[in-house]
C-alpha cells in the first residue's frame, strides 16, 4: 500500500546538506510568480522604456542574471536634465563619480574640470551620469534604436558635451534622435554628421538650429518633428527634397515661417502645423495625406490649401478667422473624411455638415455658432462645448456617445435635445461640481441643474461607471442622484463601492502617495423614491459625506 502524500505538500531531499525540506504549493507558486522575465526580449526592453527614472531603469539590471542582459542589450538611451533639478537633486546624485582615466571621453578630458566644480554641481552631476552611462553600455554595443537628450539649463555650457553625445550616438548608427534644447534667446546649433546620416529614421527637434545652407541627407527619414525653432521656406523645402520617404511632419511653434509649401512626400501621412509668427499660407499636395492639425493663433488669418489631399480621413482645426464659406470650401475636398475637430473657429456661424463617412465629431468653444445642420448617418461620437445648443437638425442614427459641456440657462431646448434620445438605449450622465444625476430611463426626464454642467450620452454602463468614478475623484460632489432598475449593474457597483465601504481605509491606492475618492468619503446615505412616471425605474438619492482631510476639488472646468 503506497503512503498517501499531504494535501499540498511534497518533500525533496537535499542530499549534499543531508537535511530534509518541505515545500508547500505556496513556495512553488512564489517559485513560478515571475512570469515577467519569460516574456520575449523586445517586450521587455519596451518595458524598460516606459521607466522614465534612471535609477529605476538601473536597478532592474540587479534583479537576476536574466535582466542583468537584457539591461545591457537595452539599445534606448534617455538623459532628461530635469531630474537632476529637483529639490536635493545634488545629493541625491551624490554617488555619481567619474569613471577611470583610460574609459572617459576626449571631450571630458578637456572641458569637465574647467566647469567649476563647487558652482555648478548639477551640472556636473548631470555630465557624471550621461558621460558613465555612455562609457559603460553605448561603446559595446554596435548600434542603438534611440537617444534622447532633454536639457533645459546652461545649454550654452553644456555644448560641448552634447555636440559628443550627439555624434557618438550618430556613429552607432541611431534610429531616433530626439534632442530638447531650451535657450533663451538663442538655439543649440546640431552637429552636421546628423543630418547626413543614413540610419536616422525619426528626428525630434527643439530649441535646435537649422541653418539655410545646411546639407540635408537624411535619405531614411520618415518622422521630422521641429519645435521652438527659427526656420524659413528655404530650410522645409530642403527637408522635403532630400527626405522623400517622410510620413510623419510637424512643425510646432516655430518662427519666421510666412509661406509653407509642401509636396513631392508621396509617403506623407500626417501634417502638423502650431502657429507661433504670422503664418500668411498653407499650401499641401499629399494624396496619401490622411491626418492635418492646423492650430493658429487668435490672430491668425492663415490661408489654407488642401486640395491635394483627397484622402484626408482625420482633420483638426483651430482657426479663429475661417468664416463659413471657406470651410464649406475646405471640407468639400475630403469625401472620406472620419473624424472633423473644430476647436475655437470663432468666426463660424452657420455650418452644415453632410457626409456618410463621418464617425467623430467635436465643436469645442466656436462661441458663435448660431446653426449647425448634421447629416451624418453613420457618426458614433459626437462632442458639443458653448453656450447654447446650436443644432437645427441632427441625422445621426448610429450614435454611441454624445458629450455636452453647457453653459446655457436655456434648460427647455436642452432637454428637448436629450429626449430625442429616448427608447434608444442611451444613458444620461448629469453633473454639476455639487451633484450627480445618472438616468437609466430618459422617460419624464425634468432638469433641475443650472449654470455649468456637463452632460454625457452614452449605452456603456461601463462608460458610466468610468465617468462616475472621474467626477468623484475631481470635485467629491454632496448628491448622487440615480434614476436606475432595482436589478441594474450601476447599483450594485454603487453598493461595492460606496455604501458597503470598508471601516479599513481601502488598499487599492496603497502604494501610491495621491489617494482615489474611496479614500476621503465617509459615508453616504440613501434614500428611495418611487416615480409616478416610470415606476420600474425609482429615484435612489445618496447624500455623500467627504472627509475634512480630503484635498480640495480639482479647480478644472466641469
Not at 384 to 389: F, I, M, N, Q
Not at 463 to 476: I, P, T, Y
Request: charged share 25%.
Amino acid at each position: 500500500m503506497k503512503k498517501r502524500k499531504g494535501k499540498g505538500r511534497t518533500q525533496r531531499k537535499n542530499r549534499k546538506k543531508g537535511k530534509m525540506m518541505e515545500i508547500t504549493n505556496t513556495d512553488e507558486r512564489a517559485v513560478n510568480a515571475d512570469r515577467i522575465s519569460e516574456l520575449p526580449e523586445h517586450i521587455l526592453h519596451h518595458i524598460l522604456c516606459l521607466l522614465r527614472w534612471p535609477a529605476d531603469l538601473a536597478r532592474t539590471s540587479i534583479l537576476s542574471k536574466k535582466w542583468k542582459v537584457i539591461w545591457e542589450s537595452f539599445t534606448s538611451f534617455d538623459f532628461d536634465q530635469r531630474h537632476f533639478q529637483c529639490v536635493n537633486a545634488a545629493d541625491k546624485w551624490d554617488h555619481l563619480q567619474p569613471l577611470p582615466v583610460e574609459k572617459q571621453s576626449s571631450i571630458f578630458k578637456q572641458a569637465f574640470e574647467s566647469l567649476g566644480f563647487v558652482e555648478l554641481p548639477l551640472i556636473h552631476k548631470f555630465i557624471l551620469f550621461v558621460e558613465n552611462t555612455l562609457g559603460t553600455r553605448l561603446y559595446q554595443l554596435p548600434s542603438i534604436q534611440k537617444f534622447r537628450l532633454h536639457v533645459v539649463f546652461s545649454v550654452h555650457l553644456l555644448a560641448p558635451f552634447m555636440n559628443h553625445w550627439i555624434s557618438v550616438a550618430t556613429d552607432k548608427n541611431v534610429n531616433e534622435i530626439d534632442i530638447h534644447a531650451k535657450m533663451d534667446g538663442k538655439f543649440y546649433a546640431l552637429p552636421e554628421l546628423v543630418f547626413a546620416s543614413r540610419t536616422i529614421t525619426s528626428l525630434k527637434l527643439y530649441g535646435c538650429e537649422v541653418g539655410d545652407s545646411t546639407s540635408i541627407k537624411l535619405q531614411n527619414l520618415r518622422e521630422l518633428s521641429m519645435k521652438a525653432m527659427r526656420i524659413n521656406e528655404n530650410i522645409v523645402h530642403n527637408f522635403v527634397q532630400a527626405c522623400p520617404l517622410i510620413e510623419d511632419m510637424r512643425l510646432i511653434n516655430c518662427y519666421g515661417l510666412k509661406f509653407l509649401h509642401v509636396s513631392s512626400l508621396p509617403k506623407l501621412n500626417k501634417f502638423e502645423v502650431h502657429e507661433r509668427s504670422s503664418l500668411r499660407s498653407v499650401k499641401l499636395e499629399a494624396p496619401n495625406l490622411e491626418t492635418f492639425w492646423f492650430h493658429g493663433k487668435k490672430s491668425s488669418r492663415c490661408k489654407l490649401i488642401l486640395a491635394g489631399c483627397g484622402n484626408l480621413k482625420n482633420l483638426t482645426l483651430k482657426h479663429s478667422h475661417m468664416a463659413d464659406k471657406s470651410f464649406h470650401e475646405l471640407i468639400s475636398h475630403f469625401p472620406l473624411l472620419e473624424k472633423l475637430f473644430l476647436l475655437e473657429c470663432r468666426t463660424l456661424h452657420r455650418i452644415t455638415i453632410l457626409s456618410d463617412k463621418l464617425k467623430t465629431l467635436s465643436l469645442v468653444r466656436c462661441h458663435k455658432l448660431k446653426e449647425a445642420n448634421i447629416d451624418a448617418p453613420n457618426l458614433l461620437s459626437f462632442e458639443y462645448t458653448g453656450a447654447e445648443l446650436p443644432f437645427s437638425s441632427m441625422n445621426a442614427s448610429r450614435l454611441q456617445e454624445v458629450k455636452l459641456h453647457l453653459k446655457s440657462q436655456k434648460q427647455k431646448s436642452v432637454q428637448k435635445f436629450i429626449e430625442g434620445f429616448d427608447g434608444k438605449g442611451f444613458k444620461l450622465f448629469l453633473a454639476s461640481k455639487q451633484g450627480v444625476n445618472i438616468y437609466e430611463e430618459l422617460r419624464g426626464l425634468h432638469l433641475s441643474y443650472f449654470g455649468a454642467y456637463k452632460i454625457q450620452l452614452t449605452k456603456s454602463a461601463r462608460m458610466v461607471e468610468n465617468l462616475l468614478n472621474s467626477h468623484l475623484r475631481d470635485f467629491h460632489p454632496k448628491t448622487l442622484i440615480l434614476k436606475t432598475s432595482l436589478t441594474s449593474d450601476l447599483l450594485v457597483f454603487i453598493q461595492e463601492r460606496i455604501l458597503n465601504k470598508e471601516k479599513t481605509p481601502p488598499s487599492c491606492c496603497k502604494y501610491y502617495s495621491k489617494k482615489c475618492w474611496r479614500h476621503y468619503l465617509d459615508g453616504a446615505k440613501m434614500s428611495l423614491f418611487p416615480d409616478a412616471s416610470s415606476a420600474e425605474y425609482p429615484n435612489t438619492i445618496l447624500e455623500l459625506k467627504w472627509s475634512e482631510a480630503a484635498p480640495l476639488p480639482e479647480d478644472v472646468e466641469i
